[in-house]
């Protein structure tokens, strides 16, 4: 675990980076839901049920914006909140549009899975409407092909009730509920990545969808502030937890470069540096056998840079990571992987910061505000 720093010192490093991500996001352009007219649909991912891997189809709805970036800045990383539209509580005509504008578009018996996003909590009232919500779900219903739904929420919406009802309406359908764990440490969760939600509301989540369906969860690649070694060795620790929890599946989420992030700022600063696809591959080393699948840097809106090795090895290691790999799970698709600049990654490994977390925000704060005010 690394060093948070004093009580004091992180208090202090907290309340001035959550102000920072406030007074950025007043600043986030964004557009009304009419000028919103498509939701976005991926239909380049896959997805493994009982071993068996299917086409899926991804489609991601543009709400109002996840309710922690609302109230509290929302996470250091994440540039949803650019896609999302400016009113106070959603139009449910307009999302439940957004979705048949997309759904009726995809031949179902291609893609038995489908995954819907939202860029918050597609179960939480105030981000989508329950009548709209269960609208949807309905529709999913009554489609015969569709086997698999996946949902994305936080922890905090989590409740018994409404996996009762999601499974009495969904019947057989295998039902899996995603979650961002992010990082195992608490202090990266809490400060670096600005989670909101506490380990062990978190865990208690995982109980419950683990009793009612399957649980998917997402593992951050460097989250600002770390070195290239401890992103390593915190991707590597937050996948033995996501197992501990009972995770069905777990996918690794690199960070990357979106436009109106905190992490943006850090990047254009020289303060920040997108994790190597060599760090990748060695966390990927490091806990195989466990199968983990690499998301393939396709948010919403789309990232403007992303985690990358050299121009002359570059498209072959991405190949091998999100392709080989994703199909595969057998890290022996990286065994013939070589270039020169992997002596450039490996001299970045012995980087190390002895300062504690708490010290290299509170570093850091005065520039992020100097350039969020400037805007």
């Known amino acids: 675990m690394i060093d948070l720093g004093s009580q004091k010192q992180f208090n202090q490093a907290y309340k001035g980076l959550e102000a920072v991500l406030q007074e950025m996001r007043l600043a986030t352009p964004r557009t ?9 649909l991926d239909l380049s991912r896959f997805e493994v049920v009982n071993g068996i891997k299917y086409h899926r189809a991804v489609i991601t709805l543009r709400s109002v914006g996840c309710e922690w970036t609302k109230t509290n800045g929302g996470c250091t990383m994440c540039g949803h909140w650019a896609g999302a539209s400016i009113e106070q509580t959603p139009n449910g005509d307009v999302l439940y549009n957004q979705f048949r504008s997309m759904f009726d ?3 179902w018996n291609k893609y038995p899975v489908v995954c819907l996003y939202n860029g918050g909590s597609i179960i ?3 981000e989508i409407p329950q009548e709209v919500f269960w609208q949807i779900m309905d529709c999913i219903a009554k489609t015969d092909a569709i086997k698999t739904v996946v949902l994305e929420s936080r922890a905090e919406y989590i409740n ?3 996996l009762t009802r999601l499974r009495n309406v969904l019947g057989t359908r295998h039902i899996r509920i995603a979650m961002g764990l992010e ?18 509301r978190f865990k208690r989540a995982c109980e419950l969808i683990n009793e009612m369906a399957s649980l998917r969860l997402y593992g951050l690649i460097k989250p600002p502030w770390l070195t290239e070694k401890e992103a390593i060795d915190d991707a590597v620790a937050t996948i033995k937890l996501g197992e501990e929890l009972g995770a069905e599946d777990i996918h690794f989420e690199p960070v990357t470069v979106q436009n109106h992030t905190l992490v943006k700022i850090l990047w254009e600063k020289g303060l920040f540096k997108l994790p190597s696809l060599w760090s990748v591959i060695e966390i990927l080393k490091q ?13 919403v809106p789309r990232p403007i840079a992303i985690p990358q090795t050299c121009p002359k090895c570059d498209e072959q290691v991405k190949q091998a990571i ?12 990286f065994d013939k992987l070589d270039c020169e600049c992997k002596a450039d990654w ?3 490994l012995e980087v190390m910061d002895e300062r504690p977390l708490s010290e290299r925000v509170m570093a850091d704060l005065d520039c992020l505000r100097n350039v969020v005010k400037a805007r």
């Open 32 to 40: 009304s839901a009419k000028n919103i007219p498509l939701a976005d």
């Open 105 to 107: 578009k995809v031949d």
């Open 124 to 126: 939480n009232p105030a």
């Open 160 to 162: 018994r009730d409404h």
């Open 183 to 200: 990082s195992a440490d608490a202090g990266v969760r809490r400060l670096l990545v600005h989670k909101g939600s506490s380990l062990e």
């Open 287 to 299: 806990v195989a056998p466990s199968q983990v699948y690499v998301s393939p840097f396709a948010h």
């Open 322 to 333: 999100l392709q080989d790999y994703n199909k595969s799970h057998n890290v022996s698709v």
């Open 346 to 348: 490996l001299k970045e």
